[in-house]
């Protein structure tokens, strides 16, 4: 098995990416993402981090994540707010057609993509990158047309803090070679 090598910076910023298995788009739904929600808040308050920015699309969602001074364990969290979605959401969306021996010897469900993405913010230029795409990631993926239009993410709380103005998006474009783990 292979062994992934990922930073562990102590008190870091991380952008990270969180993926359904087979792109199930089961944030569609309210009870998907009220589940969801809960186990978020669960293990804030289990393992705290600033949840800085965010964004929740169909099959997937993106975050930036600060950890508290000296911690490192981003990797925790993630595989803890899988997990409590997973116990609470396996009746309505475990798909026993979709297991395969692997899943089953790692009693895992259907309903996560087994890794994340993740990547550790280096510098505030950096953080605005990934901050606009998390915000830009809706229109990039054709859900709407500006980013104040996508009610499932940190925007509307940042164009009120001043971050962005209400209008921000319009002429907006990422490279897409850059690797946002999608």
Do not use: C
Not at 23 to 34: A, H, K, L, T, Y
Not at 35 to 59: M, R
Not at 68 to 85: C, M, Q, S, W
Not at 145 to 164: C, E, T
């Amino acid at each position: 098995m292979p062994h992934y090598l990922r930073p562990w910076v102590p008190g870091g910023t991380f952008f990270l990416t969180v993926v359904t298995l087979d792109r199930r788009r089961i944030f569609n739904s309210p009870v998907g993402r009220g589940i969801l929600g809960k186990a978020v808040n669960q293990v804030k308050g289990e393992f705290p981090f600033s949840l800085d920015a965010w964004v929740l699309l169909p099959d997937h969602l993106h975050a930036i994540w600060t950890l508290p001074e000296g911690d490192t364990n981003y990797g925790k969290r993630v595989g803890l707010i899988k997990a409590h979605f997973s116990k609470a959401a396996r009746k309505w969306l475990h798909e026993e057609s979709l297991m395969n021996p692997s899943r089953r010897d790692r009693r895992e469900t259907t309903i996560w993509q087994r890794r994340f993405w993740e990547h550790t913010i280096r510098d505030e230029e950096d953080l605005a990158k990934h901050f606009d795409y998390i915000h830009y990631n809706p229109v990039k993926h054709g859900l709407v047309q500006m980013a104040r239009d996508w009610p499932y993410s940190s925007f509307h709380h940042l164009v009120k803090q001043g971050i962005y103005s209400i209008d921000w998006g319009e002429g907006v474009s990422f490279d897409l070679k850059d690797n946002f783990g999608e």
